[in-house]
């Protein structure tokens, strides 16, 4: 056989592979892309205010529109933004370079329902009911056999479905323990620090459950999840949800209780990585934004243009990304709240593609169908 037609049967014999087995094509992309990376999606349902979280404090508009409710003294990042005061460990990861905020993005939904801006941000598609399965769910299915997906979560979530390799997990319910054997077995942990830390928040969460108090926060929940996918052989890709985000009154301090617990739940999932932060990236959604102005009772109603944020060592971060379409009368997406300018699913894509190696060609026909017109976001990854 002469070399040049040996070479295009190779070709053709490559390309047809592609073709037929998206996980093969996954294995291919990933050859330029960081070996053994880690996705963590953190989702916030309920519509995080973003401008409570990431407050403009120098947007002009910021403080007529939130009167006595914009954020005080919040942690300036930049000549524009600062962080909610509640997030310091997060504050300290920006200044470290490991901490992109991304503003005015958004699913492509544009309605006010909780409900189907969550589905169209699990499923992939720009409508609910696009897909009866989540786009981490068919991401799972393009990488490689035997790499998988873990949802920290009671029930599977819609992100996650679609392929045998995700499964989800959640810790037992918690059973009595007598009291007595707890002093008994004291001793024996205090003698080193890391499994008498354990023993101490083991019996704490214990004695939480016999009050009747959730045993189970964000905060864990992320810890979890860095602690499984950050070992060899580990997940590849995670998903963590928290609710009660929905913030119609008094929402202060509804939020700053909510955004520290957040700001609790990136450092652990930092230390629950090790390692493997490096290679790692935590990327935090909400479903959609809230009214710029505050209601009448302190809080604020649905809207469209969110924020997102990136963690990790993966992430070129220390700034921030995304297109602000400002504040003013004539910038308010229907005159009320912040417009979208980033379609969420071009960071889902720029997450999916460049960090974990999936085809350009998988990302347009499997995981986010009819978007080839939305591009990557670009710019957001350490090299």
Not at 214 to 230: C, I, N, P, S, T
Not at 356 to 373: I, M, N, Q
């Amino acid at each position: 056989m002469d070399p040049q037609r040996r070479g295009l049967l190779a070709a053709f014999g490559a390309s047809a592979l592609l073709t037929l087995f998206p996980a093969a094509a996954g294995a291919a992309g990933r050859a330029g892309a960081a070996a053994d990376t880690r996705l963590l999606l953190v989702l916030l349902r309920g519509g995080l205010d973003g401008l409570h979280w990431l407050p403009p404090y120098a947007d002009p508009a910021y403080a007529r529109l939130r009167a006595a409710a914009a954020v005080e003294e919040p942690i300036r990042i930049d000549g524009l933004f600062g962080l909610h005061p509640a997030m310091t460990r997060t504050a300290a990861m920006y200044r470290a370079g490991q901490a992109l905020p991304v503003v005015a993005i958004a699913p492509p939904y544009r309605a006010r329902s909780h409900f189907d801006a969550q589905d169209c941000l699990e499923n992939g598609t720009a409508r609910p009911g696009g897909a009866r399965d989540g786009w981490l769910g068919r991401c799972v299915g393009a990488l490689p056999a035997g790499e998988s997906g873990l949802a920290v979560a009671a029930v599977m979530p819609l992100a996650l479905r679609g392929n045998a390799r995700a499964s989800n997990w959640w810790p037992p319910l918690p059973k009595a323990v007598d009291p007595q054997l707890l002093q008994l077995l004291r001793p024996l942990y205090a003698a080193d620090p890391r499994l008498d830390e354990t023993f101490e928040r083991s019996t704490r969460f214990a004695e939480q459950a016999r009050a009747g108090a959730g045993v189970f926060d964000l905060a864990e929940a992320m810890r979890v999840a860095g602690e499984r996918m950050g070992v060899d052989g580990g997940p590849r890709i995670g998903f963590v949800e928290d609710s009660g985000w929905d913030s119609h009154r008094n929402q202060a301090p509804q939020l700053a209780r909510k955004l520290a617990e957040l700001d609790r739940g990136l450092a652990a999932a930092r230390d629950g990585f090790g390692a493997a932060w490096s290679r790692t990236v935590v990327a935090v959604v909400t479903e959609f934004g809230r009214t710029a102005q505050i209601n009448g009772t302190g809080g604020t109603d649905h809207g469209t243009g969110a924020m997102a944020l990136l963690c990790g060592g993966a992430v070129r971060g220390g700034r921030i990304a995304g297109d602000w379409p400002g504040l003013g009368p004539n910038q308010l997406n229907e005159g009320r709240d912040l417009r979208t300018t980033t379609d969420l699913r071009a960071l889902f894509k720029a997450l999916a593609g460049e960090h974990l190696g999936v085809p350009e060609r998988v990302l347009e026909t499997g995981l986010f169908p009819d978007s080839r017109a939305i591009a990557p976001l670009s710019g957001w990854r350490a090299t």
